[in-house]
């Protein structure tokens, strides 16, 4: 049985205001290697990847094509504008993969994770292959609290059944494409994530697949302290193995 075609998206088109840095947080290094290659080169060394389409701000499009060329990602086959926001992104990502044709699934990454591997990519294919929708994440571990617009807590979920949501998010494109379609016809402010599309235009809801408590995503100062100590201990563990 033929393998499905499979594209992903990766997105590095944010600003990262929180950050405090001029230069935006995507291509920021950790261990000497921009965040964003990190994470591409995950999905560029998967089997399961066909292609890849990065999406990044319209002034840094010359820059990635030349990080993907110095880097060997010759996976990515485009390198487009983004919106101004997330959803706006996956939208252009989407009509590019439609008009290109072949594709059976997509895989959407966020740019500033750079420790997605191979094993939470297979296991986010397999999901999204035996219910058409598949959200990486963890389960949380500290308690939850739910509060009101005045900061009183109004609730205290279970915590067993509470997930933190990372990425990739992998779909059947036709049912990430009809979704979006519609919804790019309504108001997109509280989207959040692609698996709330999906569910809200379709009906259909995302299965969770493990990812994995390592799999950050790059936001502030102190993440990237973190994610230096994620790399020490990659490579420290890789250094024992060989």
């Not at 560029?44 to 060997?72: F, K, N």
């Not at 992104?89 to 591997?117: C, Q, T």
């Not at 230096?228 to 250094?239: D, G, I, K, T, V």
Request: hydrophobic share 40%; net charge negative; aromatic share 6%.
């Amino acid at each position: 049985m033929p393998k499905a075609r499979c594209t992903a998206v990766v997105l590095a088109a944010g600003k990262g205001s929180r950050m405090g840095t001029e230069e935006p947080k995507q291509f920021l290094h950790i261990g000497g290697v921009p965040v964003v290659v990190c994470a591409l080169t995950a999905f560029q060394e998967s089997p399961l990847i066909d292609e890849i389409i990065l999406v990044t701000a319209r002034e840094q499009i010359d820059r990635c094509r030349e990080m993907a060329g110095r880097y060997g990602l010759d996976k990515v086959v485009q390198v487009i504008a983004g919106g101004r926001e997330r959803y706006e992104s996956v939208w252009n990502a989407l009509k590019l993969i439609k008009s290109r044709e072949g594709a059976e699934y997509v895989f959407i990454h966020d740019g500033a994770r750079p420790f997605v591997d191979l094993d939470i990519i297979e296991r986010a294919f397999l999901g999204a292959e035996k219910w058409g929708a598949a959200v990486v994440g963890m389960p949380v571990k500290d308690t939850i609290k739910q509060v009101d617009h005045e900061r009183i807590i109004t609730d205290s979920p279970d915590r067993s059944l509470l997930w933190q949501a990372q990425t990739p998010q992998v779909f059947r494109l036709s049912l990430i494409e009809e979704a979006f379609e519609r919804q790019m016809e309504e108001d997109c402010s509280q989207i959040t994530d692609d698996a709330m599309v999906v569910q809200r235009q379709t009906g259909v809801r995302a299965c969770m697949v493990e990812g994995s408590y390592e799999n950050i995503k790059i936001t502030t100062p102190e993440d990237m302290c973190v994610a230096e100590a994620f790399l020490q201990r990659r490579n420290s563990l890789s250094n024992k193995t060989k």
